[in-house]
Nanobody
Framework: QVQLVESGGGLVQAGGSLRLSCAAS????????MGWYRQAPGKQRELVAI???????NYADSVKGRFTISRDNAKNTVYLQMNSLKPEDTAVYYC????????WGRGTLVTVSS
């Protein structure tokens, strides 16, 4: 079983920065994908960014150049550095872990005020 613990959400003004963290514990596979999805009110959950255990990444077009995903494999932790935040980035951000199983975090709220 895999558990995910997220941290780092909060309230920030437009143009500001936040850093999200997600620590995985339990039966972690050496080959996995970790990342972040988000869900804004009234909208479907969407991909923000993912990073594979080998280090390759994918980003949503809407965050390219502003967000950076990274991971520390020794700590089984994934990070999302969010810069130049916009009000449309306001959402609940969910950590994602995928290998043989898919696990979601509980979510952390990011609110960007204009």
């Amino acid at each position: 079983q895999v558990q995910l613990v997220e941290s780092g959400g909060g309230l920030v003004q437009a143009g500001g920065s936040l850093r999200l963290s997600c620590a995985a514990s339990g039966s972690i596979s050496s080959l996995n994908v970790m990342g972040w999805y988000r869900q804004a009110p009234g909208k479907q959950r969407e991909l923000v960014a993912i990073i594979r255990s080998g280090g390759t990444t994918n980003y949503a077009d809407s965050v390219k150049g502003r967000f950076t995903i990274s991971r520390d494999n020794a700590k089984n932790t994934v990070y999302l550095q969010m810069n130049s935040l916009k009000p449309e980035d306001t959402a609940v951000y969910y950590c994602y872990y995928g290998s043989i199983v898919v696990v979601w975090g509980r979510g952390t709220l990011v609110t960007v005020s204009s």
